[in-house]
Protein backbone atom coordinates (compact mmCIF):
# COMPACT_ATOMS: atom_id res chain seq x y z
CA UNK A 1 0.00 0.00 0.00
CA UNK A 2 1.65 3.54 -0.64
CA UNK A 3 3.54 5.52 1.37
CA UNK A 4 2.09 8.67 0.92
CA UNK A 5 -0.09 9.38 4.00
CA UNK A 6 2.13 12.29 5.48
CA UNK A 7 0.79 14.52 3.19
CA UNK A 8 -2.59 14.84 4.82
CA UNK A 9 -1.17 14.50 7.86
CA UNK A 10 -1.96 18.52 8.98
CA UNK A 11 -5.61 17.61 8.51
CA UNK A 12 -5.65 14.80 10.81
CA UNK A 13 -5.11 15.59 14.69
CA UNK A 14 -5.89 13.20 18.04
CA UNK A 15 -4.61 14.25 21.56
CA UNK A 16 -2.25 11.80 23.00
CA UNK A 17 -1.57 11.29 26.55
CA UNK A 18 1.83 10.58 26.99
CA UNK A 19 3.18 8.67 30.29
CA UNK A 20 6.07 10.89 31.91
CA UNK A 21 7.55 8.88 34.89
CA UNK A 22 10.99 10.10 36.13
CA UNK A 23 11.11 13.61 37.18
CA UNK A 24 14.28 15.46 37.30
CA UNK A 25 17.42 17.57 36.78
CA UNK A 26 19.93 16.88 33.97
CA UNK A 27 22.68 18.43 32.38
CA UNK A 28 21.83 19.56 28.61
CA UNK A 29 24.73 18.16 26.52
CA UNK A 30 24.41 20.64 23.61
CA UNK A 31 24.09 24.05 26.21
CA UNK A 32 25.60 22.41 29.65
CA UNK A 33 22.59 23.95 31.17
CA UNK A 34 20.57 21.94 33.94
CA UNK A 35 17.07 21.45 33.63
CA UNK A 36 13.96 20.02 34.16
CA UNK A 37 13.35 16.73 32.50
CA UNK A 38 11.06 14.86 32.94
CA UNK A 39 12.73 11.96 30.37
CA UNK A 40 15.82 10.56 31.43
CA UNK A 41 18.49 9.42 28.62
CA UNK A 42 17.73 5.58 29.48
CA UNK A 43 14.09 5.77 28.44
CA UNK A 44 15.29 8.15 25.27
CA UNK A 45 17.05 4.72 24.34
CA UNK A 46 13.95 2.94 24.87
CA UNK A 47 11.70 5.37 22.96
CA UNK A 48 13.83 4.71 19.87
CA UNK A 49 14.03 0.94 19.92
CA UNK A 50 10.58 1.02 21.04
CA UNK A 51 9.51 3.47 17.83
CA UNK A 52 11.86 2.11 15.05
CA UNK A 53 9.88 -0.81 13.81
CA UNK A 54 6.37 0.69 13.72
CA UNK A 55 8.11 3.54 12.20
CA UNK A 56 9.51 1.40 9.59
CA UNK A 57 6.47 -0.99 9.28
CA UNK A 58 4.19 2.42 9.25
CA UNK A 59 6.66 3.84 6.15
CA UNK A 60 8.54 1.00 5.18
CA UNK A 61 11.80 0.66 4.42
CA UNK A 62 13.28 1.40 0.58
CA UNK A 63 15.98 -0.57 -0.14
CA UNK A 64 18.66 1.28 -2.29
CA UNK A 65 21.82 -0.70 -0.54
CA UNK A 66 24.46 1.88 -2.11
CA UNK A 67 22.00 5.12 -1.22
CA UNK A 68 21.46 3.67 2.69
CA UNK A 69 25.54 3.11 3.04
CA UNK A 70 26.23 6.61 2.09
CA UNK A 71 23.78 7.94 4.55
CA UNK A 72 24.93 5.86 7.07
CA UNK A 73 28.88 6.99 6.34
CA UNK A 74 27.98 10.47 6.85
CA UNK A 75 25.32 9.81 9.82
CA UNK A 76 28.13 8.15 11.77
CA UNK A 77 30.76 10.40 11.22
CA UNK A 78 28.55 13.39 11.94
CA UNK A 79 27.34 11.27 14.77
CA UNK A 80 30.60 11.32 16.27
CA UNK A 81 31.74 14.76 16.25
CA UNK A 82 28.69 15.71 17.97
CA UNK A 83 27.45 16.40 21.37
CA UNK A 84 26.32 13.26 22.83
CA UNK A 85 29.09 11.13 20.44
CA UNK A 86 28.62 8.17 22.73
CA UNK A 87 24.91 7.33 21.01
CA UNK A 88 24.22 4.31 18.45
CA UNK A 89 22.82 6.71 15.65
CA UNK A 90 20.77 4.56 13.12
CA UNK A 91 19.79 5.82 9.70
CA UNK A 92 17.15 4.77 7.66
CA UNK A 93 15.62 5.65 4.10
CA UNK A 94 11.63 5.37 4.39
CA UNK A 95 9.32 4.60 0.98
CA UNK A 96 7.75 7.41 1.21
CA UNK A 97 7.05 10.06 -1.49
CA UNK A 98 6.63 12.91 1.11
CA UNK A 99 9.43 15.52 1.43
CA UNK A 100 10.62 15.33 5.24
CA UNK A 101 13.04 14.31 7.87
CA UNK A 102 12.80 13.60 11.10
CA UNK A 103 14.14 11.76 14.14
CA UNK A 104 13.49 9.91 16.93
CA UNK A 105 15.15 9.80 20.91
CA UNK A 106 17.85 7.88 21.00
CA UNK A 107 19.43 8.54 17.81
CA UNK A 108 17.46 6.98 14.95
CA UNK A 109 16.97 9.73 12.29
CA UNK A 110 14.94 9.34 9.37
CA UNK A 111 14.70 10.43 5.99
CA UNK A 112 12.14 9.88 3.02
CA UNK A 113 12.86 9.26 -0.58
CA UNK A 114 10.92 12.53 -1.55
CA UNK A 115 13.84 14.62 -0.04
CA UNK A 116 16.27 12.29 -1.22
CA UNK A 117 15.05 13.45 -4.32
CA UNK A 118 15.05 17.27 -3.69
CA UNK A 119 18.59 17.39 -2.58
CA UNK A 120 20.50 18.78 -5.00
CA UNK A 121 23.99 18.16 -3.98
CA UNK A 122 25.80 16.61 -0.15
CA UNK A 123 25.92 19.55 1.39
CA UNK A 124 22.53 20.31 1.46
CA UNK A 125 22.13 16.66 2.54
CA UNK A 126 24.15 16.94 5.41
CA UNK A 127 22.69 20.51 6.46
CA UNK A 128 19.51 18.82 7.25
CA UNK A 129 21.04 15.81 8.72
CA UNK A 130 23.20 17.48 11.23
CA UNK A 131 19.59 19.82 11.99
CA UNK A 132 17.67 16.18 12.66
CA UNK A 133 20.64 15.38 14.53
CA UNK A 134 20.71 18.51 16.51
CA UNK A 135 17.63 17.41 17.58
CA UNK A 136 18.91 14.43 19.35
CA UNK A 137 21.79 15.84 21.30
CA UNK A 138 19.51 18.87 22.10
CA UNK A 139 17.35 16.27 23.73
CA UNK A 140 14.02 18.69 22.11
CA UNK A 141 11.92 15.11 22.14
CA UNK A 142 12.41 14.58 25.89
CA UNK A 143 11.82 18.85 26.40
CA UNK A 144 8.81 18.69 24.58
CA UNK A 145 7.41 16.19 26.94
CA UNK A 146 8.60 17.68 29.96
CA UNK A 147 7.09 21.00 29.10
CA UNK A 148 3.22 19.17 28.70
CA UNK A 149 2.00 16.04 29.37
CA UNK A 150 -0.64 16.41 26.44
CA UNK A 151 0.00 17.26 23.51
CA UNK A 152 -1.76 18.11 19.45
CA UNK A 153 -0.16 15.28 17.51
CA UNK A 154 -0.62 13.94 14.49
CA UNK A 155 -0.85 10.36 13.75
CA UNK A 156 0.46 8.18 11.44
CA UNK A 157 -2.84 6.37 11.22
CA UNK A 158 -4.23 9.64 10.38
CA UNK A 159 -8.10 10.48 11.56
CA UNK A 160 -11.05 12.30 10.12
CA UNK A 161 -11.49 15.66 10.75
CA UNK A 162 -13.39 16.26 13.39
CA UNK A 163 -13.42 12.60 13.23
CA UNK A 164 -11.75 12.06 16.98
CA UNK A 165 -14.99 9.35 17.83
CA UNK A 166 -13.11 7.22 15.32
CA UNK A 167 -9.91 6.89 17.13
CA UNK A 168 -10.57 3.17 18.76
CA UNK A 169 -10.36 2.13 15.21
CA UNK A 170 -6.78 3.34 14.51
CA UNK A 171 -4.07 0.69 14.63
CA UNK A 172 -3.01 0.86 18.10
CA UNK A 173 0.91 0.18 17.74
CA UNK A 174 0.70 3.54 15.38
CA UNK A 175 -0.97 5.58 18.95
CA UNK A 176 2.86 6.08 20.08
CA UNK A 177 4.07 7.13 17.10
CA UNK A 178 2.45 10.39 17.65
CA UNK A 179 5.66 11.71 19.82
CA UNK A 180 7.13 12.27 16.56
CA UNK A 181 4.89 14.66 15.55
CA UNK A 182 5.21 17.06 18.24
CA UNK A 183 5.74 20.30 16.61
CA UNK A 184 8.97 21.50 18.10
CA UNK A 185 9.50 25.23 19.03
CA UNK A 186 10.85 28.25 17.12
CA UNK A 187 13.82 27.84 19.90
CA UNK A 188 14.28 24.44 19.43
CA UNK A 189 14.29 24.71 15.52
CA UNK A 190 16.75 27.61 15.33
CA UNK A 191 18.95 25.71 17.71
CA UNK A 192 18.79 22.60 15.22
CA UNK A 193 19.17 24.93 12.11
CA UNK A 194 22.35 25.77 14.56
CA UNK A 195 23.78 22.41 15.17
CA UNK A 196 23.16 21.49 11.43
CA UNK A 197 25.52 24.58 10.60
CA UNK A 198 28.03 23.48 12.91
CA UNK A 199 28.21 19.15 12.30
CA UNK A 200 28.27 19.42 8.78
CA UNK A 201 30.78 22.53 9.06
CA UNK A 202 32.87 20.69 10.82
CA UNK A 203 32.65 17.05 8.93
CA UNK A 204 34.35 19.25 5.86
CA UNK A 205 30.53 20.63 3.84
CA UNK A 206 29.83 23.54 2.93
CA UNK A 207 26.92 24.49 5.60
CA UNK A 208 25.50 27.76 3.02
CA UNK A 209 24.48 25.00 0.59
CA UNK A 210 21.98 24.35 3.75
CA UNK A 211 20.60 27.78 3.55
CA UNK A 212 19.89 27.19 -0.27
CA UNK A 213 17.66 24.52 0.33
CA UNK A 214 15.55 26.59 2.59
CA UNK A 215 14.36 27.86 -0.86
CA UNK A 216 13.86 24.89 -2.52
CA UNK A 217 11.12 24.15 0.81
CA UNK A 218 9.60 27.23 0.81
CA UNK A 219 8.63 26.56 -3.20
CA UNK A 220 7.49 23.38 -2.21
CA UNK A 221 5.09 25.29 0.45
CA UNK A 222 4.28 27.71 -1.97
CA UNK A 223 2.87 25.00 -4.48
CA UNK A 224 0.29 24.00 -1.94
CA UNK A 225 1.14 20.50 -3.39
CA UNK A 226 0.97 17.48 -1.44
CA UNK A 227 4.30 16.95 -0.61
CA UNK A 228 4.74 20.37 0.23
CA UNK A 229 6.57 21.29 3.92
CA UNK A 230 8.29 18.88 6.28
CA UNK A 231 7.19 18.68 9.36
CA UNK A 232 10.50 20.49 10.68
CA UNK A 233 9.85 23.01 8.58
CA UNK A 234 6.45 24.05 10.24
CA UNK A 235 7.21 26.13 13.26
CA UNK A 236 10.22 28.13 11.31
CA UNK A 237 10.65 31.65 11.13
CA UNK A 238 9.85 33.00 7.36
CA UNK A 239 12.64 30.70 5.02
CA UNK A 240 14.06 33.83 3.75
CA UNK A 241 15.06 34.90 7.22
CA UNK A 242 15.91 31.36 8.04
CA UNK A 243 18.42 31.53 4.79
CA UNK A 244 20.20 34.78 5.71
CA UNK A 245 20.84 33.50 9.01
CA UNK A 246 22.44 29.97 8.33
CA UNK A 247 24.21 31.41 5.73
CA UNK A 248 25.74 33.91 8.33
CA UNK A 249 26.22 30.95 10.61
CA UNK A 250 28.14 29.25 8.37
CA UNK A 251 30.88 32.08 7.19
CA UNK A 252 31.16 31.70 11.36
CA UNK A 253 31.27 28.27 11.82
CA UNK A 254 33.86 28.44 8.25
CA UNK A 255 36.47 31.13 10.20
CA UNK A 256 35.98 29.15 13.49
CA UNK A 257 37.45 25.75 11.62
CA UNK A 258 39.99 27.64 9.55
CA UNK A 259 39.97 24.83 6.85
CA UNK A 260 43.22 24.84 4.52
CA UNK A 261 41.22 22.86 2.07
CA UNK A 262 37.89 23.98 0.36
CA UNK A 263 34.36 23.27 2.44
CA UNK A 264 32.65 20.52 0.04
CA UNK A 265 29.66 20.79 -2.06
CA UNK A 266 29.60 17.61 -4.26
CA UNK A 267 26.67 18.07 -6.61
CA UNK A 268 28.18 15.63 -9.53
CA UNK A 269 28.41 13.11 -6.64
CA UNK A 270 25.12 13.21 -5.53
CA UNK A 271 22.84 13.25 -8.37
CA UNK A 272 24.46 10.28 -9.50
CA UNK A 273 23.52 8.69 -5.57
CA UNK A 274 20.12 9.27 -7.02
CA UNK A 275 20.30 7.97 -10.66
CA UNK A 276 17.06 5.47 -10.50
CA UNK A 277 15.62 6.80 -7.31
CA UNK A 278 11.99 6.07 -7.01
CA UNK A 279 9.92 9.42 -7.48
CA UNK A 280 6.57 10.04 -6.39
CA UNK A 281 4.00 7.60 -5.32
CA UNK A 282 4.65 4.02 -6.17
CA UNK A 283 1.63 2.46 -7.69
CA UNK A 284 3.49 -0.83 -7.58
CA UNK A 285 2.11 -0.27 -3.42
CA UNK A 286 -1.74 0.74 -4.75
CA UNK A 287 -3.17 3.21 -6.33
CA UNK A 288 -6.61 5.02 -7.37
CA UNK A 289 -7.55 5.29 -10.82
CA UNK A 290 -11.50 6.29 -11.70
CA UNK A 291 -12.57 5.75 -8.23
CA UNK A 292 -10.92 2.12 -7.64
CA UNK A 293 -8.39 1.31 -5.86
CA UNK A 294 -6.05 -0.96 -6.90
CA UNK A 295 -2.94 -3.13 -5.70
CA UNK A 296 -0.84 -4.60 -8.47
CA UNK A 297 1.51 -6.44 -6.08
CA UNK A 298 -1.41 -8.20 -4.06
CA UNK A 299 -3.41 -7.96 -7.05
CA UNK A 300 -7.07 -6.87 -5.57
CA UNK A 301 -9.41 -3.50 -6.58
CA UNK A 302 -12.19 -2.41 -4.65
CA UNK A 303 -14.26 1.27 -5.51
CA UNK A 304 -13.81 3.85 -3.81
CA UNK A 305 -16.58 6.42 -3.37
CA UNK A 306 -16.48 9.44 -5.39
CA UNK A 307 -14.65 12.54 -3.83
CA UNK A 308 -13.41 11.12 -0.82
CA UNK A 309 -10.10 11.08 0.33
CA UNK A 310 -7.67 8.62 0.32
CA UNK A 311 -4.60 7.90 2.42
CA UNK A 312 -2.90 4.78 1.68
CA UNK A 313 -0.29 3.39 4.11
CA UNK A 314 1.77 -0.10 4.25
CA UNK A 315 -0.75 -1.13 7.47
CA UNK A 316 -4.31 0.46 6.28
CA UNK A 317 -5.82 1.98 3.61
CA UNK A 318 -8.08 4.94 4.89
CA UNK A 319 -10.98 6.58 2.97
CA UNK A 320 -12.07 9.32 4.41
CA UNK A 321 -15.60 11.69 3.31
CA UNK A 322 -14.67 15.23 2.85
CA UNK A 323 -16.90 16.26 5.78
CA UNK A 324 -15.64 14.31 8.38
CA UNK A 325 -18.83 12.07 8.61
CA UNK A 326 -17.16 8.91 7.92
CA UNK A 327 -14.60 7.10 6.87
CA UNK A 328 -13.29 3.40 5.85
CA UNK A 329 -10.99 1.52 6.72
CA UNK A 330 -8.73 -1.51 4.17
CA UNK A 331 -6.72 -3.72 6.91
CA UNK A 332 -5.63 -7.36 7.31
CA UNK A 333 -7.64 -9.16 10.10
CA UNK A 334 -6.90 -11.71 12.34
CA UNK A 335 -7.33 -14.88 12.27
CA UNK A 336 -7.11 -17.86 9.64
CA UNK A 337 -10.97 -18.08 8.62
CA UNK A 338 -13.58 -14.93 7.93
CA UNK A 339 -15.48 -15.67 10.77
CA UNK A 340 -12.67 -16.38 13.27
CA UNK A 341 -11.46 -12.54 12.26
CA UNK A 342 -14.77 -11.44 13.04
CA UNK A 343 -14.86 -12.78 16.37
CA UNK A 344 -11.86 -11.33 16.86
CA UNK A 345 -12.58 -7.59 15.61
CA UNK A 346 -15.54 -7.50 17.70
CA UNK A 347 -14.03 -9.41 20.75
CA UNK A 348 -11.22 -6.70 21.15
CA UNK A 349 -13.22 -3.81 20.41
CA UNK A 350 -15.50 -4.83 22.87
CA UNK A 351 -18.31 -4.21 19.70
CA UNK A 352 -21.92 -4.55 20.23
CA UNK A 353 -23.45 -7.55 17.14
CA UNK A 354 -25.93 -5.36 15.70
CA UNK A 355 -26.06 -8.58 13.05
CA UNK A 356 -23.61 -10.85 10.97
CA UNK A 357 -23.76 -13.56 8.45
CA UNK A 358 -21.56 -15.57 6.30
CA UNK A 359 -21.56 -15.10 2.47
CA UNK A 360 -19.43 -14.59 -0.61
CA UNK A 361 -17.78 -11.53 -2.38
CA UNK A 362 -17.61 -12.09 -6.21
CA UNK A 363 -16.76 -15.96 -5.24
CA UNK A 364 -14.27 -15.40 -2.03
CA UNK A 365 -16.03 -16.88 1.45
CA UNK A 366 -17.05 -13.63 3.50
CA UNK A 367 -18.27 -12.69 6.72
CA UNK A 368 -20.05 -9.40 7.04
CA UNK A 369 -20.55 -7.73 10.39
CA UNK A 370 -22.83 -4.64 11.76
CA UNK A 371 -21.66 -3.59 15.04
CA UNK A 372 -22.08 -0.54 17.45
CA UNK A 373 -19.10 0.96 19.91
CA UNK A 374 -20.56 2.64 22.68
CA UNK A 375 -18.44 5.22 24.30
CA UNK A 376 -18.15 8.36 26.75
CA UNK A 377 -17.95 11.98 25.32
CA UNK A 378 -14.98 12.76 27.19
CA UNK A 379 -15.92 16.64 26.44
CA UNK A 380 -19.37 16.54 26.94
CA UNK A 381 -19.78 13.73 29.27
CA UNK A 382 -22.63 12.49 27.19
CA UNK A 383 -22.30 8.22 25.16
CA UNK A 384 -22.02 8.52 21.75
CA UNK A 385 -22.54 5.51 19.44
CA UNK A 386 -20.48 4.55 16.09
CA UNK A 387 -21.76 1.65 13.70
CA UNK A 388 -19.71 -0.01 12.02
CA UNK A 389 -20.08 -2.28 8.82
CA UNK A 390 -17.57 -4.86 8.43
CA UNK A 391 -16.36 -7.42 5.50
CA UNK A 392 -14.02 -9.77 6.26
CA UNK A 393 -12.52 -11.23 3.37
CA UNK A 394 -10.56 -14.63 2.28
CA UNK A 395 -8.07 -13.27 -0.51
CA UNK A 396 -4.42 -15.45 -1.47
CA UNK A 397 -3.48 -16.20 1.66
CA UNK A 398 -5.08 -13.43 3.64
CA UNK A 399 -8.16 -12.03 5.64
CA UNK A 400 -8.71 -8.23 4.17
CA UNK A 401 -11.45 -6.47 6.34
CA UNK A 402 -13.32 -3.27 4.75
CA UNK A 403 -14.74 -1.48 7.88
CA UNK A 404 -17.10 1.38 6.99
CA UNK A 405 -17.95 3.49 9.78
CA UNK A 406 -20.33 6.56 10.94
CA UNK A 407 -21.83 8.49 14.07
CA UNK A 408 -24.96 5.72 14.51
CA UNK A 409 -27.66 8.64 13.50
CA UNK A 410 -25.35 9.07 10.63
CA UNK A 411 -25.40 5.57 9.10
CA UNK A 412 -27.96 4.95 7.25
CA UNK A 413 -26.80 7.71 4.42
CA UNK A 414 -23.60 6.19 4.23
CA UNK A 415 -24.80 2.45 4.23
CA UNK A 416 -25.03 1.90 0.38
CA UNK A 417 -21.62 3.38 -0.09
CA UNK A 418 -19.91 0.55 2.63
CA UNK A 419 -21.92 -2.08 1.10
CA UNK A 420 -20.59 -0.87 -2.48
CA UNK A 421 -16.77 -0.93 -1.58
CA UNK A 422 -17.20 -4.17 0.41
CA UNK A 423 -19.04 -6.10 -1.77
CA UNK A 424 -17.37 -4.42 -4.69
CA UNK A 425 -13.98 -5.78 -3.40
CA UNK A 426 -12.52 -8.97 -6.08
CA UNK A 427 -9.21 -9.73 -7.51
CA UNK A 428 -7.22 -7.79 -9.74
CA UNK A 429 -6.65 -9.42 -13.33
CA UNK A 430 -6.29 -6.68 -15.47
CA UNK A 431 -2.50 -6.79 -16.70
CA UNK A 432 -2.22 -3.02 -17.80
CA UNK A 433 -3.70 -2.60 -14.25
CA UNK A 434 -1.10 -4.96 -12.67
CA UNK A 435 1.91 -3.66 -14.80
CA UNK A 436 1.63 -0.63 -13.66
CA UNK A 437 5.26 0.95 -13.20
CA UNK A 438 6.90 4.22 -11.07
CA UNK A 439 8.57 7.20 -12.10
CA UNK A 440 12.24 7.64 -11.13
CA UNK A 441 14.50 9.82 -11.29
CA UNK A 442 16.87 10.30 -13.98
CA UNK A 443 20.12 12.37 -14.51
CA UNK A 444 20.80 13.43 -17.64
CA UNK A 445 23.85 15.35 -19.35
CA UNK A 446 23.10 19.31 -21.06
CA UNK A 447 23.85 18.97 -24.49
CA UNK A 448 24.59 22.61 -24.71
CA UNK A 449 24.20 25.72 -22.62
CA UNK A 450 20.70 26.85 -22.78
CA UNK A 451 17.98 27.77 -20.24
CA UNK A 452 16.88 25.31 -17.71
CA UNK A 453 13.38 25.12 -19.37
CA UNK A 454 15.30 24.80 -22.94
CA UNK A 455 16.49 21.62 -21.54
CA UNK A 456 13.96 20.09 -20.09
CA UNK A 457 12.16 20.86 -23.67
CA UNK A 458 15.24 18.95 -25.43
CA UNK A 459 14.84 15.99 -23.33
CA UNK A 460 11.28 15.81 -23.74
CA UNK A 461 9.81 16.69 -20.26
CA UNK A 462 5.81 17.45 -20.50
CA UNK A 463 5.07 21.76 -20.21
CA UNK A 464 2.86 20.87 -17.24
CA UNK A 465 5.88 19.53 -15.27
CA UNK A 466 8.32 22.40 -15.87
CA UNK A 467 7.51 24.14 -12.59
CA UNK A 468 7.92 20.72 -10.74
CA UNK A 469 11.32 20.01 -12.31
CA UNK A 470 12.30 23.24 -11.92
CA UNK A 471 11.80 23.20 -8.08
CA UNK A 472 13.15 19.42 -8.00
CA UNK A 473 16.50 20.73 -9.44
CA UNK A 474 16.79 23.74 -7.44
CA UNK A 475 16.64 26.18 -9.99
CA UNK A 476 14.41 28.24 -12.03
CA UNK A 477 13.34 28.42 -15.41
CA UNK A 478 15.09 31.18 -16.17
CA UNK A 479 18.07 30.41 -14.86
CA UNK A 480 21.39 29.28 -17.89
CA UNK A 481 22.85 25.36 -17.26
CA UNK A 482 26.04 24.52 -19.24
CA UNK A 483 26.95 22.17 -21.43
CA UNK A 484 28.32 18.98 -19.67
CA UNK A 485 25.95 20.15 -16.69
CA UNK A 486 24.05 17.18 -14.83
CA UNK A 487 20.20 17.66 -14.27
CA UNK A 488 17.24 15.97 -12.98
CA UNK A 489 14.33 14.52 -15.01
CA UNK A 490 11.64 12.32 -14.42
CA UNK A 491 10.89 8.96 -16.15
CA UNK A 492 8.38 6.18 -16.32
CA UNK A 493 10.58 2.74 -15.91
CA UNK A 494 10.57 0.92 -18.53
Request: aromatic share 10%; proline share 3%; with cysteine.
Amino acid sequence: MEKNWIKYAGRFAVLLLVGLIIYGCSRNPVTGKKEIMLISKQQELAMGRQYDPQISAAYGVYKDAKLQAFINEKGKQMGKISHRANLNYQFKIMDSPVVNAFAVPGGYIYFTRGIMAHFNNEAEFAGVLGHEIGHVTARHSAQQQTKSTLAQVGLIGGLVVGGEKFLPYMNQAQQGLGLLFLKFGRDDESQSDELGVEYSTKIGYDAREMAGFFQTLKRLSSQGGADAIPTFMSTHPDPADRNRRVAALAQVWQKKEGRATKYKINRDEYLRRIDGLVYGEDPRQGYVENNTFYHPDLEFQFPTPSNWQVVNTPSQVQIAEKNGKAMMLLQLGKGTSTRQAAETFVSENKLQVVEGKDITVNNLPATVVISDQVSQNQQTGQQQSIRIMSYFIQYGGNIYVIHGMAAKQDFDRFFELFKNTGSGFNKLTDQSKINVKPERIAIKTVPNSMTLQKTLQHFKMSSKRFNELAILNGMKLTDRVTKGMLIKVVEKQQ
